[in-house]
DNA sequence: GCATTAATGTTAAAATTATAACATTCGGTG
DNA sequence: CACCGAATGTTATAATTTTAACATTAATGC
């Protein structure tokens, strides 16, 4: 019943996977409908494609994802990162060489960045390689190798060495898990080598957190708490109680 | 003059880095003004943020770019590229490894991509990266490095090696220019020792360029015309009127 | 302080996009 | 072939976005 309209949403999508838009006008023409039908295609099925202001686009794409017009409960999440990443912004210094972690934690940070008149970024993630990538002013060095959808970012054999051949200055890392006994954790085992090694790597270490992570404990283990200098974190009585030191007041 | 025009789109910008979409609206918010004076702030002064359908989105960011509303020029130039990709899928067998190149002449291939049930793709493009990995059933390994963005993409030393290692089955090289004498060349140095390794290593090597590059020498040279195994383009006429041997019909 | 100019706000009109309702076409079936 | 229903087209209307014109406010120099 929807095979031809699956088929016209598959080559609109080809259309737009090489990154892009397509007025809704050039998508009916393209698929010799009218532009109802594009639109009622968009509706009934689902698809990565989204429309914005007539134009197609490819929500998967960074950049498309609306940032302040989110549901309640994840522009509070936005929130609290943004707030986050505006303390940790206090610790960067002209010149420094980042390690950023990968995940949605140390995002906001970058955007802070353009302040700045030289900086490196050393980092494994490609959606802060794509953030980063568009500053005239810091330097990009991504540690590439297979690509891991669920967390966006790469692994290989070598990261850890080719981590530790880099002068990282500090080391700016998140993770889904902080416990004051079990250590702390994230959910994906190619992310531990490249943290562990810059954590090994760096003058100075900063463990970046929200407190919805305290006491939680995530599958792949990758460093103590006291492996950092510092933590920053948005709520600092709930992360006393949990035991957990907090050397930065914010 | 622009004083306050400029820290307005500056902090707009800042709240778009990080990725995402910003209505008109809530940017005249943030700021504290009107959406209109936003809107005067966005047409007076060069910005890359762009305004679609009343939503702001940083134009920088891949997938925003409008494909088929180009200048004329531009979409005859896509077109071009398009059909040169449909004719380079061709080649393309069920679980491959391909070597991409970087440029623009190869994006429109990847959204070819998802009519394979596997495949892996090796790159040292942030823009094939971008496109690949929202590519479920193909496999990415995007080799890493400082990060040019004259041409988006990386160059590291060990690249090569790191090439040399991978089992790739068919490289796809775009280049800038290509003449019957002074052989295949292109704009970076650093681009040159990922395309050696590539046509060294590979068990096939392509070469993907439209007739504009015909006769056309550029800085960079790394190859030698009888380095490739095929040219694919859209003007044989062109070609061997430039003496290219063409090995495939089209 | 007043005049002048730039910056911003307000409003109305035009253009575009979204939605809904109804008309038409197309593919199959008895 | 007449009938049915799904798919698509058409049209009118509502909502939104864009543009332009004019009003207001703020900033600056004399």
Redo the contacts with the bound molecule.
């Keep these: ?2 095979d ?2 699956t088929r016209r949403l598959a080559s609109l999508q080809e259309a737009l996977t090489s990154g892009g838009t397509l ?3 050039e998508a009916a023409e393209l698929c ?3 532009e ?2 594009i ?3 968009l509706t009934t099925h689902p698809s990565p494609i989204s ?1 914005l ?2 134009r197609l686009v490819m929500a998967s794409y960074p950049g498309v994802t609306p940032v302040y017009d989110l549901t309640e409960q994840e522009a509070n999440h936005y929130q609290v990162k943004h707030r986050l990443c505006q303390h940790v912004a206090r610790f960067i210094e002209e010149g420094d060489t980042l390690f950023i972690d990968c995940g949605s934690t140390l995002i906001p940070l970058l955007s802070q960045l353009i302040h700045f008149r030289e900086l490196t970024v050393v980092t494994y993630a490609l959606n802060v390689a794509n953030a980063v990538a568009g500053l005239a002013n810091v330097r990009l060095v991504l540690l590439g190798g297979l690509f891991y959808a669920s967390s966006q970012s790469f692994g290989s054999d070598d990261m850890g060495a080719a981590i530790e051949r880099l002068g990282i200055n500090k080391a700016l890392i998140s993770a889904a898990g902080v416990d004051c006994e079990r250590g702390v954790s994230c959910f994906h085992f190619h992310e531990v080598a490249p943290k562990q090694a810059a954590i090994a790597t760096a003058m100075q270490r900063i463990l970046v957190v929200d407190a919805s992570k305290f006491g939680v404990v995530r599958p792949a283990y990758f460093a103590s708490l006291s492996d950092f200098d510092r933590v920053v974190t948005d709520d600092e009585q709930a992360a006393s109680r949990e035991g957990i030191a907090v050397s930065t007041v914010i």
């Design positions: 019943m929807s031809r309209s007025h809704l006008r010799g409908v009218s109802m039908t639109r009622r295609d429309l202001g007539g």
